[in-house]
């Protein structure tokens, strides 16, 4: 099974930056997707960003330009940098990856609330 567990989150100003972590750990076998989903209050999970091996980042239009996903794979962590963030980003962030043997795993969620 796969543990990921965020960090970053937190409150910050219109314009602002925040950049998060999630760290994947247990059996590993290959994590060939890593990426960040978020959840708005009513509103459904969408995808943010994501990373498959071996292609290029995946972007939900509305982050285009504004938030940069990368991984390192030798630390298993993926980051999420979050620049000239918007009231609009205000969400539940969750870490998810897919192990091509363990499935899918999910993290617990990190509060990122963009308010003055």
């Known amino acids: 099974q796969v543990q990921l567990v965020e960090s970053g989150g937190g409150l910050v100003q219109p314009g602002g930056s925040l950049r998060l972590s999630c760290v994947a750990s247990?059996?590993?076998?290959?994590?060939?997707?890593m990426g960040w989903y978020r959840q708005a209050p009513g509103a459904e999970r969408e995808l943010v960003a994501r990373?498959?091996?071996?292609?290029?980042?995946d972007y939900v239009d509305s982050v285009k330009g504004r938030f940069t996903i990368s991984r390192d794979d030798a630390k298993n962590t993926v980051y999420l940098q979050m620049n000239s963030l918007k009231p609009e980003d205000t969400a539940v962030y969750y870490c998810?990856?897919?192990?091509?043997?363990?499935?899918?795993?999910w993290g617990q969620g990190t509060q990122v609330t963009v308010s003055s």
């Open positions: 998810h990856a897919n192990d091509i043997v363990r499935g899918a795993a």
């Open positions: 247990g059996s590993i076998f290959r994590l060939n997707v």
């Open positions: 990373l498959i091996s071996g292609g290029s980042p």
